[in-house]
């Protein structure tokens, strides 16, 4: 999926406020770019009022996923701290679930750093915790935190 680049300047503007530096989880637009010129690759924008960004109108939030046999992985979903607690990653997810089943998706699954707060919105849209990989992300100050993988199956 190529964007037209407005969108990557849209995409870029909620990253850059939206993880807190010392994760170090945000992506460079370099890494968004090759990702979606992988062609199974998927975002969707969403405005601060939960519409599709029109012109010039920036967006409030963000998903970045991965169409794979049967399964969809989230990459990335992001709200500008601006914009929080007003239902809009709620919406991210929801339409995330509709395009994933349309694609053939059987699943939907992520991984997290253990102790997002995150958690409490993917619990609530039928994400269960499947998995763990221990230590496995590595901070900018060097601490490793474990990934928990959570799953929302279809059926
Ligand atoms: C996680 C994130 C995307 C949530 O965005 P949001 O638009 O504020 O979420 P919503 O308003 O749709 O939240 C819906 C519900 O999820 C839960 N929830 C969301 N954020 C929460 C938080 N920080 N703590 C506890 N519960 C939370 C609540 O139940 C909330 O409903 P409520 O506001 O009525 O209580 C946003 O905080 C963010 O961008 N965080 C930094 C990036 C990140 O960690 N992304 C996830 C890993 S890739």
Redesign the pocket.
Known sequence: MIPPPDDIDRLMAVMQT???PEYG?AWTRRQVEDALLLGHTFYALVSADGREPQGDEPAA?FFLSRHGFEEEE?L????D?A?????????LLDRLAAEARARGAQRLL?E?RRG???E??YR?HGFAPIGERLKYYRTPGGERLDAITFCRDFN
Do not use: I
């Open positions: 939206a993880f807190p989880e939030g989230l990335l979903l992001a709200v701290p914009h929080r607690r007003k239902g809009l990653a709620s919406r992520l997290m997002n707060p995150a409490m919105l609530a």
